[in-house]
């Protein structure tokens, strides 16, 4: 069952309650896909839609943001970043009640092996990749 607007817009406010003392969230972006985490900085920049705009997938890309400097996920190569950040966005998300669709998780699974086939010399496994939810 889909979410109402309110129960979006309360789930974006206790996200950014929990982590706003310790991690600089700033809506600044102009693009509405330009989420980026500063792991040095611990600072996320979301686009500045995000603040009216609300979705399961603003949610996930935020939680997601928030993954990078929870996992401290310098010096990894991408596709380990991207995938350690992602599996703690989902693993925060069901500790938050919130329900990820499939659709979503398999996005993001995209978006993580899109990374890892770029790697030609060994190249990971990508069943060692697999989100869990």
């Not at 996200?15 to 102009?30: A, R, S, T």
């Not at 985490?37 to 979301?46: D, H, I, P, Q, R």
């Not at 770029?118 to 060692?128: E, G, M, V």
């Amino acid at each position: 069952m889909a979410m109402t607007k309110q129960e979006l817009v309360n789930f974006h406010n206790n996200v950014w309650l929990k982590y706003h003392k310790h991690i600089k969230i700033v809506f600044e972006n102009e693009k509405d896909d330009d989420f980026h985490a500063f792991v040095g900085s611990a600072k996320v920049c979301l686009p500045k839609s995000v603040k009216t705009n609300q979705s399961e997938w603003t949610l996930l890309c935020f939680l997601h943001e928030i993954g990078h400097i929870m996992t401290n996920t310098c010096n990894m190569k991408r596709y380990e970043m991207e995938f350690l950040a992602t599996q703690w966005a989902l693993d925060e998300a069901k500790r938050i009640g919130f329900v990820v669709m499939n659709k979503d998780i398999q996005r993001f699974q995209r978006y993580i092996n899109g990374y890892a086939r770029k790697i030609r010399k060994n190249p990971p496994d990508l069943k060692d990749l697999l989100l869990k939810y």
